[in-house]
Structures are given as C-alpha cells and as structure tokens.
C-alpha cells in the first residue's frame, strides 16, 4: 500500500485490557482516551463517520466495578493514519472459584472475533468495509500489592498467550515506592520469562522444534565460516522478524546483553525497548467522585494530587504510561496486529478446520459402520 492510500484507508486497533477486581483498569482506560481526546481537536476526530459499535457513555460519570465487558471506541489519528481505536474493558477477576469461568469467557469472546473473520473469509462475496473486530493486544494488568506473580496470574497470562499479544502492567504504579518498583518488575519478569516461560508478546523464546534443531546442527557443520551468524539465530523474539533467541535458565537481562542496540534494525530496537521497559507502570488519573471527570488542577490536565505533592499521569518522569501509548499506537500497533493475524489467527483457523475434519472423519466411521451393519441385517 502506497503511503498515500494507507493514510486514507481507515484501520482497527482492538485492546483488551484484563486483570484482578480493583487493579485499576477502567481507570486506565479512561486515562487512556482522556490522553487521546486531549491530543485531537474535535473536528478531527467527527472526520472518522460512524463508529463500530460501543458503549460511548461506559466510561461517564462515578467509577463503579465492571459487571460485563464492554467496549470504548474512538477515532484517532497516529502519524497521519486514521486508526479507529477500541478498547474492550473486562469484568475483574475474582475468587479461585470463579476465575477458571472469567477465562473461559474472555477467551471465548476473543475466539469469537476469529470466529467472525472465519465466517467472513469463507464468503463467496467478501464485504471489504468489514470492521476487524479481532483483539490485537490484551494488558494484564497486575495487581501492585502483590509481592510477585502468585498461581492465578501465571495460569491466567500463560492461557491468555495462547491466543492474543499479551502485554504486562503494573496498575497503580503511584502506590509503589522506587525501590519496590525495582525490586517487583525483575520478580515478575523472573517468573514469566526464567522460571515459567510464558510466551508473551515480543518474549524471546527458546524452545525449538526438533527439525528446526537439526536443520541448525546441519548448517554449523556445513559451514564453519557462518558459525557466528548460526549462533545469534540461536535467538527468537515473539512477535518480531529478527531471529534471536534466549537462553534456558538465562534471564531477561542477560538475553538484552547480547544486543549491540546501535548496530539493530529499526525493528529489532523497538523490541529492545518494549523488552526494557515491560512490566510498564501506569499510574490512572485521579476522577471526582460525582462526576468521573479528572480532579481539576493548576496547570497538570490529567494527575492526581496527594496533597504533599502532584503528578502528571503523562509525564515520563512519573510512569511509563506515555511510552506504552506510544508503542501500543504507533510503534508496535502494526506488528501487534500483523502477529495477530499470522500466529494467533492462523492457530485458531488450524485448529478448527482440524475439529471438522476429525467430526467429518468420525461422522463418515458411524456411517459406514451403520451401512455395514444394515448390510448384515
Ligand atoms: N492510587 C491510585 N488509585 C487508582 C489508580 N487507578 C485506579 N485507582 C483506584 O482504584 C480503584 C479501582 O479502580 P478501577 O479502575 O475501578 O479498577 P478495575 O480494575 O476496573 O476494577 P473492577 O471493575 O472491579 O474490575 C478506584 O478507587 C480508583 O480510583 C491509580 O493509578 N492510582
């Protein structure tokens, strides 16, 4: 697509945002498109037509606990490109009992979404104005309270990474002092990374298949030469072109050494800084009571003000919220959504058509079975 032609065509940018009961997510999210409001001046934002689907008035008025998803969309424009933003907040997770069943729904409404671009693709006439309705990213967002991820954040990010971009964040970054910041993000990244190897968005893997194992053994032999060049294709980013790879039992950090991030591709120093970065931490806006409006105060738009002293929710100097905009819209957004596409939506086509075919072989079996047995009566 031509430049010119790509800032015409309209196109969608879905994200979930996912977590315990009380973590701050709708607070997010109504941080998120307070920011995003602010930047674009309303005429601007009217150039966009209609919208999918939403429920525009969700985020108005008193915080209240999130009963159902729903989604929040807005028209924005990221680089000159027109981007339709929709943001799906979700229920909280609850109790042992209940979290199995939370999962079962947000996965179901994120197979849903494939469902319908399956049902889509299989159209003799396809509709080319059909919306993409596919969740490209998903935050989970972790509880700061917590000492480190506990059982339920690792079952709940190792089944959400089967099927979406999961990326992670620290709510209420605010509560936290510096050194428990620095003492929570390498924990959790420890755990999703070292210890449980959770594969989610942009995380270097390093589990192989066999054949590719191989096929590696093979080139090294073959040529010695390009031993150097085999070696950092030991290395694979999830979600990028580049082939690097981490190490079993290595950290996170020690993975990032290995980079020279002068001599990186564009692409490759995207993922640097996403994987330096992650957890980020985001600090939500401080609303009043009554209306869910930001607190009114001098000379910061959206903060919250502790009395001893105020932050600015979008300053780099207090939270990583501006640098996760950033990379969730414009930097990371086509990746997100190309991966989407590619890894988590070919998987689940893969695995559907497979279901059919096992039903279609099962079905043919009792059928013939039937035949041989009216054959005999
Ligand atoms: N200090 C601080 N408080 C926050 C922040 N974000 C949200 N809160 C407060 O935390 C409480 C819960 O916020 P919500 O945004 O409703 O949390 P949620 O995760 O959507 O909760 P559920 O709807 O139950 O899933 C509210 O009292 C918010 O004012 C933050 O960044 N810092």
Redesign the pocket.
């Known amino acids: 697509m031509s430049p010119r032609s790509r800032r015409n065509a309209l196109t969608y940018f879905n994200v979930m ?1 996912v ?13 998120l498109m307070a920011a995003l409001k602010d930047e674009m001046p309303k005429d601007k934002r009217e150039s966009f037509g209609s919208q999918p689907a939403s429920d525009a008035n969700a985020l108005s008025g008193p ?5 159902k998803p729903y989604t929040v969309t807005s028209g924005i424009d990221v680089d000159g490109e027109k981007v339709m933003l929709t943001v799906i ?5 609850q109790t042992d009992y209940l979290i199995d069943k939370q999962l079962h729904d947000i996965l179901g409404y994120i197979e849903h979404q494939f469902d319908l671009t399956l049902a889509e693709e299989s159209k003799v006439k396809r509709n080319p104005k059909a919306v993409d309705t596919q969740v490209h990213a998903c935050l989970y ?1 972790i509880d700061p309270t917590k000492r480190a991820l506990d059982q339920y954040d690792i079952r709940i990010l190792t089944r959400l990474s089967e099927r979406v971009n999961v990326i992670p964040v620290i ?5 936290l002092t510096l050194a428990q910041r620095r003492r929570l993000k390498p924990t959790i990244l420890r755990d999703i990374y070292t210890n449980q190897k959770i594969p989610l968005y942009g995380m270097p893997e390093d589990e192989e298949d066999d054949e590719e194992e191989e096929e590696e053994k093979k080139e090294e032999n073959d040529d010695d030469e390009n031993k150097e060049d085999d070696n950092k294709e030991k290395n694979t980013t999830n979600g990028s072109n580049n082939n690097n790879k981490g190490t079993t039992g290595a950290s996170l950090e020690d993975f990032l050494n290995q980079f020279n991030y002068q001599e990186e591709d564009e692409e490759t120093q995207a993922f640097l800084d996403y994987l330096k970065l992650i957890p980020f931490n ?6 009043e009571p009554e209306t869910g409006e930001p607190i009114a105060m001098e000379g910061i738009k959206i903060g ?1 003000d502790y009395g001893w002293g105020k932050i600015d ?1 979008l300053s780099d100097d207090t939270s990583d919220f501006n640098t996760l905009k950033t990379m969730l819209l414009s930097t990371h957004r086509r990746i997100l959504q190309s991966e989407t596409v590619e890894r988590y939506y070919e998987q689940y086509r893969t695995e559907r058509l497979l279901v059919k075919r096992a039903t279609k072989l099962k079905s043919m079996d009792v059928g013939k079975k039937l035949l041989d047995d009216l054959k005999r009566v």
Not at 19 to 31: M, N, P, R, W
């Open positions: 945002v977590g315990f009961s009380g973590v701050g997510k709708t607070s997010f999210i109504k941080t915080l209240t606990k999130t009963q907040d979700t229920p909280g997770f967002v709510g209420k970054a605010d509560t985001v600090i939500a806006y401080e609303d919250r929710c």
